[in-house]
């Protein structure tokens, strides 16, 4: 089975940084798409951040385009997402996920197959 468990969440100041990773087993599915989420209190998961497993390609949501990098350790099986010049409006629950598909020009939770349980990010 695949699982994803997400780490590196915490409590940060307004421009401040985190790093977050999504160590991820039983997975099999090369070149197929993985993401990152996120679910801020009373609203609807949003897109961050998408990468090709195993390429080059990312894409990024508009409200963290310059801040926000999601990259890839294969030998450690782990998925990143770094967080810079961070804001109030980042604060929400994160999530790794990943699609049986490739990555598409926009980031749809409809599309992902495997989630992990979440790490919190507040921003204060």
């Known amino acids: 089975d695949v699982q994803l468990v997400e780490s590196g969440g915490g409590s940060v100041q307004s421009g401040g940084s985190l790093r977050l990773s999504c160590s991820v087993s039983?997975?099999?599915?090369?070149?197929?798409?993985m993401a990152w989420f996120r679910q801020a209190p009373g609203k609807e998961h949003e897109g961050v951040a998408s990468?090709?497993?195993?390429?080059?390609?990312?894409y990024y949501g508009d409200s963290v385009k310059g801040r926000f990098t999601i990259s890839q350790d294969n030998a450690k099986n782990t998925l990143y997402l770094q967080l810079t010049s961070l804001r109030p409006e980042d604060t929400a629950m994160y999530y790794c996920?990943?699609?049986?598909?490739?990555?598409?020009?926009?980031?749809?939770?409809?599309?992902?197959?495997?989630w992990g349980q979440g790490t919190q990010v507040t921003v204060s």
């Open positions: 039983g997975w099999t599915y090369f070149g197929s798409c």
């Open positions: 990468k090709v497993d195993g390429k080059s390609w990312t």
């Open positions: 996920a990943a699609s049986r598909r490739g990555c598409a020009r926009n980031i749809l939770t409809s599309d992902f197959h495997y």
